[in-house]
């Protein structure tokens, strides 16, 4: 069975702080990794995707990965508000579909 | 505008009441797929396809057919709804399953009540 872990949350960061959200899987032969967003009652929404190992930015956001100790995390810096919403992570183990871990809550207070 | 389209988006029926969700995607993609999200169980696959006339079972198929007749629609059946079938439901697609070309799209959702 292959899993994908994330703390349920809520995280709780005040505005302005780095929120830290972090990701185990279990299948070693993942290749693929994938940060969506999803606000409430809303469909969820890709902010990142990293492919190798080591820090990839984009705006306030930066995915890091670690194939050898097999997790992935994404860092918000200067949190927002509007950052509030649950965090999936999604890892795409060879040649089978995606598996989301259940999702971090992350709510940003101002 | 790219994107994926469900409907109907809300809908109540009976246990029993034959329903059908549909899909339609305009990115001319190859991979689609269905899940249902609930409440502490995250988003888990129903079924998903491949291509055309290929599909496959996800985590959580029983109780639903699905089929892909076309390359734009993959719509989900429900022949014989039970209320354990209440849940939020997502269409997705992506361009391949293959890596580096498998970013998902979703639909906006259709919100499922089986009384």
């Known amino acids: 069975q292959k899993e994908v872990e994330q703390n349920s949350g809520p995280l709780s960061v005040p505005e302005g702080a780095i929120a830290s959200l972090n990701c185990t899987y279990s299948?070693?032969?993942?290749?693929?990794f994938f940060w969506y967003r999803q606000y409430s009652g809303k469909s969820p929404e890709l902010i990142m995707s990293?492919?190798?190992?080591g820090d990839k930015e984009d705006g306030r956001f930066t995915a890091q990965l670690n194939k050898a100790s097999q997790y992935v995390s994404l860092l918000i810096r200067d949190s927002q508000p509007s950052d509030s919403a649950t965090y999936l992570c999604?890892?795409?183990?060879?040649?089978?579909?995606?598996?989301f871990g259940k999702g971090t809550r992350l709510s940003v207070i101002a | 505008e790219a994107q994926v389209t469900q409907n109907p988006r809300y809908l109540i029926t009976v246990t029993g009441k034959k329903l059908t969700v549909t899909c339609s995607q305009n990115?001319?993609?190859?991979?689609m797929s269905w899940y249902r999200q609930d409440p502490g169980l995250g988003l888990r696959q129903i079924y998903y396809?491949?291509?055309?006339?290929?599909?496959d079972k996800g985590d959580v198929p029983e109780g639903y057919k699905v089929s892909r007749k076309e390359k734009r629609n993959f719509p989900l059946i429900l022949e014989s709804p039970s209320p354990n079938q209440t849940s939020l439901y997502f269409c997705?697609?992506?361009?391949?399953?293959?890596?580096?070309?498998?970013?998902?799209?979703f639909g906006a959702g259709s919100r499922l009540t089986v009384l």
């Open positions: 999604a890892v795409k183990p060879g040649n089978t579909p995606l598996v």
């Open positions: 396809s491949m291509n055309v006339e290929v599909t």
């Open positions: 990293i492919y190798s190992n």
């Open positions: 299948d070693r032969v993942s290749q693929s």
């Open positions: 997705a697609s992506s361009l391949t399953a293959g890596s580096g070309a498998n970013v998902l799209t």
């Open positions: 990115m001319n993609h190859e991979y």
